[in-house]
């Protein structure tokens, strides 16, 4: 990986820990995916029998509250993952997740390390938008933990994003510090599988907290730099 900048060296202005915008250039070939027709057939077979499964749930205040279920958006041959928290207003609307204030920064966080959103998978812990967009209560999470699972095993990532405390605690507990967390490689077994983990903040988190952006732009360089470890190509 070769990285530039107007000086040669590692240092970020604050206009690029403020924007995100790309200062950083990230050399990388072409997408050369391929996957055979009946692997994508049966994930696409499982993904459909999973949004029924969540679209049929029953006695959800956060279903009866919700015009539509948000399940997902991208590339789901992808082999980066990021799970966030769940559907705001506008994801409600559109029926798509990270599509608000928050999904144009998470535009501006993948576009900083030279990836595309269309070529990633993305999805939340709950499918439906909270009452009063408030955040999703423990028993609410732990209920659609269940499902988000059986998506990362669907989707099978070679790299899993957990953005935001909703997603770190749907998959490691409630005992964790977001804070704490953040920025260090784990390991999720999920089905005898193991998955590479980031936790990193929510962009909606940014947006309140603009000087958190620092913290995410490591984590970012920290995403890219495994990336390219593992050959992988997106």
């Known amino acids: 990986m070769i ?18 915008e790309i200062n950083y250039i ?13 692997t994508i057939e049966n994930t696409n077979y499982k993904l459909n029998n999973l949004k029924t499964k969540i679209q049929n749930i029953n006695n959800c205040d956060l279903k009866s509250n919700a015009k539509q279920l948000v399940f997902n958006d991208g590339d789901h041959r992808s082999p980066v993952m990021i799970v966030g928290e769940g559907p705001g207003q506008k994801e409600d609307d559109l029926g798509k997740p990270f599509v608000g204030d928050a999904g144009q920064l998470l535009n501006k966080m993948l576009s900083a390390i030279s990836i595309k959103r269309e070529n990633v998978y993305i999805t939340n812990v709950v499918n439906y938008i909270p009452p009063n967009n408030r955040k999703p209560e423990q028993a609410e999470i732990n209920r659609y933990s269940e499902f988000l699972r059986e998506h990362i095993s669907i989707i099978d990532p070679k790299i899993l994003i957990l953005m935001g405390s909703v997603a770190m605690e749907a998959l490691f507990g409630f ?52 990336i390219d470890e593992l050959k992988l190509k997106i």
Do not use: C
């Not at 962009?203 to 995410?216: E, I, M, V």
């Open 175 to 226: 005992k964790i510090k977001i804070s704490k967390e953040r920025g260090i490689w784990k390991e999720l077994i999920i089905s005898n599988k193991t998955y590479v983990v980031m936790i990193t903040f929510h962009p909606a988190y940014l947006l309140r907290l603009p000087d958190q952006k620092k913290y995410s732009w490591a984590d970012l360089k920290e995403i890219r730099k495994k």
């Open 3 to 20: 990285v530039k900048d107007k000086n040669q060296n590692d240092i970020i202005d604050q206009e690029l820990i403020n924007s995100f």
């Open 26 to 38: 990230f050399e990388s070939k072409p997408i050369n995916r391929f996957k055979n027709k009946p």
